[in-house]
């Protein structure tokens, strides 16, 4: 066990010394990558649906369009101040670490496929990892630069050139599209399978999936009446709804025309945002002037300034990767690598399977005969004396 386990040692040594030679770029893709997943339902829900459906509500008599974007442009200021100052920096240092251990853990399954590879060896390994990890802390100045860094970059609203416009309308053309796939999937599960469906996959919608598609009908020809509502229904709204329904033979209660609102109201707003997505490709050079115009390119905008935060929070994470966090966790490693170098029960523990017992079997079975040989030397020895 122990000469098995001087191997493991060698063998977890090794790739601490390849996850140092992972590229800038693989790491900055990555890091970039999972702050995304990490922060992208925050910055649609909190940050950007608020602002553009304050924006496109009606209620707030909104005197110009200047004066519709100048309160997106404000609420989105406020927003993304409170979020980098609190908690931005801590998402992404929880980033940091995760894709350091990921990166970590994906060398270690490399390495499982090789041809070289001993599975003796995996449990002792994943032990070690575990433990290494688990002691593994982010330095505690990485929270504070980062919090320096993002603020400095989420209040640049200059887009600087029209490559970088038309990254950030991709880049947010992309996170409508996957929002319009979950909420087109949501309104589906409310209203019931569509006539196509029901002809072909003989499906049939429920009593209260019926009623909910009638609700949905009568609250699409309100948004169609009024393309710039708001996010909430009055309560004459919902009697007029509700009237309307009764008519049709149809009743519903107040909830139920909420319930189905939401949806309807969310695919009709995300269409509409990404139609502005649309328009807005023509619209850097009116941008640059800052020119009054009916084009509305705010949220163009505010992607830009994500998709830059993004950028310098994964180099700044990829830094104190490379020159700092890496070397900490191998110091760590070699620390519970020596920890466990003389403790002989996790080895007992970790390193098993029928070749180890076996080997000890055999090691048992020379020890018995090295003293017997020794027994038979001194029963000779003394017979000649």
Known sequence: RDELFEKARGEILDEIVNLS???PQTWEEALGRKLWEKVAQHVFENIYLPAAQTQASGSTRQISTHNRSGTFNTTVDIKLKQWAENQLPIKSVEVGWETLKEEFLKLMERAKKGKEHDDIFDQLKAAVVETAMNKHL????????????????LEDRSVHDKQHWDGAIRFLEESLQDKIGVNEANLKEVVGPGWYERWTAWKNRSPEQSSRNATKAELDRLLVSESDHGPHLSYEELTTVRRNLSTQGVEVDNETIRETWYPVYRRHFLRAALGRCYDCRRGYWMYQQGMETELECGDIVLFWRIQQMLRVTANALRQQVMNREARRL??????????MSSDQEAKSRLLTGRRVQLAEELKRVRQIQEKLEEFIKALNTGGHE
Do not use: F
Request: no cysteine; charged share 40%.
């Open 21 to 23: 030679l992972v590229s």
């Open 138 to 153: 982010w330095e505690d100045k990485a929270s504070e630069m980062l919090r320096v860094i993002q603020l400095n970059t």
């Open 330 to 339: 191998e110091k760590e490693i070699k620390e519970v690598l020596e920890e």
